[in-house]
């Protein structure tokens, strides 16, 4: 498959399905203007003298806000029949944000900055759960039950191939302009992929929903958790995966503080090679997207799923061993591999695992799981830097990873014992 036939649309579309195409591919190349920020926000307040704590609290605050809203926003995004609306302005606000981080750091004192750009992020949380559970919805829904790996190869690809293009020139711009007008040009400039992004999601078309029957006048609590525990706790594939992918997902959140505070105060990484090591593992994501579609195919996705969570387990431990950049960036682009069939085996298993009917309240309380380790973790893993070390703290993510790895590895190999023991 050659990258002409790849980018191409499916054969067999209707006109809205094409225009559904086009525009999931333009709001991608929008969304990765955006993205080639958000690796440099951390190392921005790094360079603020924030503290270890407040560097956590980036990954820290949507969660708590997410663990809290999550429920109830998906109950009210269920109810909505135009879902899209709410997915294109929830992302123009939160990339925004990025604007707004440059904007105030231009004119608050110093001391006033870092607390700052933390208060706007906060803000941006409620947006951030709106749009984490509007894209696999709508996602979805553009995709159909077996276009999602080709979907999301081909918007996660293009999104790659843009976040690429431009951390490189951002690498190049820190390290030439006088710091940290360099992150404010950055971050107000990259902004701009929100418009983008906004004006091409916000013309996705779907059919309008019909909300399914739950009661959404007052009800006591009681009765409600009732009413959600015997919708989801039904569905037990559903809940297996999201047990598995819990654990996993806790030590990926552990090591997100961790990795650029290890990189700036650790291995004493320049702007320029942080920008490399982000460039090696975004631009790896590409050739992954097409190296795991492949594999779907042949060999199916679970194969996809063991392989993919035991190397990007193993990605923290690769960096905790070494002081090198360049290893780092060697490290960095082997996980980019795994990393993007991940991306593609995550959405693919959740959403093979959802009612259709009840999508935004499924995916909603997956969020809502997903938040309670991300609220957590990244806390835990800057007190363990804190207290032994930022390499141990990476070491530690990597164990927790694994042990998600062999949460999943263990159905497949009880089925293999099956076969031979049948055999």
């Known amino acids: 498959m050659n990258f002409k036939q790849f980018f191409a649309q499916p054969v067999g579309l209707s006109p809205t399905e094409k225009n559904n195409y086009r525009n999931v591919q333009v709001d991608a190349i929008g969304v990765g203007l955006a993205n080639a920020a958000a690796p440099f926000l951390p190392v921005f307040l790094t360079h603020l003298n924030a503290s270890s704590f407040e560097v956590g609290l980036l990954s820290s605050m949507p969660a708590v806000t997410g663990l809290i809203l999550s429920i109830p926003l998906g109950r009210f995004l269920q109810r909505q029949t135009n879902i899209v609306k709410w997915f294109s302005i929830a992302r123009l606000f939160v990339i925004m944000c990025y604007a707004f981080s440059g904007i105030v750091s ?9 607390t700052a750009i933390l208060v706007i992020w906060a ?3 409620i947006p951030q759960v709106i749009m984490a559970i509007t894209f696999s919805v709508v996602m979805n829904a553009v995709a159909g039950p077996n276009g999602r790996f080709d979907l999301m190869t081909r918007r996660w690809s293009t999104m790659g191939i843009t976040t ?17 007008l360099n992150y404010q040009i950055m971050f107000i400039v990259l902004s701009l992929g929100g418009l983008l992004s906004f004006y091409f999601s916000s013309h996705i078309t779907l059919a309008p929903t019909i909300p399914p029957a739950l009661s959404y006048g007052k009800k006591p609590i009681g009765a409600l958790v009732k009413e959600y525990k015997d919708l989801i706790f039904r569905e037990k594939p559903y809940l297996s995966f999201l047990t598995n992918r819990f654990v996993f997902l806790t030590g990926s959140a552990l090591a997100t503080p961790l990795i650029p505070l290890y990189l700036v105060r650790v291995v004493h990484a320049t702007d320029g090679w942080i920008s490399v090591i982000n460039t ?3 631009a790896i994501l590409v ?13 199916g996705t679970r194969n996809v799923l063991i392989w993919t969570t035991l190397g990007v387990s193993l990605y923290p431990l690769a960096m905790a061993l070494t ?38 309240i499924f995916v909603s309380f997956a969020q809502s799981i997903q938040y309670l380790s991300s609220m957590f973790a990244p806390l835990i893993g800057t007190t363990i830097g804190d207290a032994f070390g930022l390499g141990i703290g990476l070491i530690f993510a990597a164990v927790v990873r694994f042990i998600g790895f062999a949460m999943f590895l263990t159905p497949v190999l009880k089925e293999k014992f099956k076969k031979v023991q049948a055999g």
């Not at 050739?287 to 060999?299: A, C, D, E």
């Not at 960095?332 to 935004?360: C, H, K, N, W």
Request: a positive charge; zero cysteines.
């Open 106 to 114: 231009m004119f608050l004192p110093d001391q006033s900055v870092v």
């Open 123 to 125: 803000v941006a949380t």
């Open 164 to 180: 690429t293009v431009f951390v490189l020139a951002i690498g190049r711009l820190l390290d030439k302009i006088v710091f940290p």
């Open 280 to 282: 090696a593992q975004t």
């Open 287 to 299: 050739i992954g997207y097409f190296v795991w579609t492949r594999q779907s195919r042949k060999r």
């Open 323 to 360: 002081h090198s950049t360049w290893q780092i960036t060697i490290y960095a682009a082997m996980v980019g591999i795994f990393q993007a069939g991940l991306d593609l085996v995550f959405f693919d298993e959740l959403m093979r695992t959802v009612p259709v009917e009840y999508s935004a």
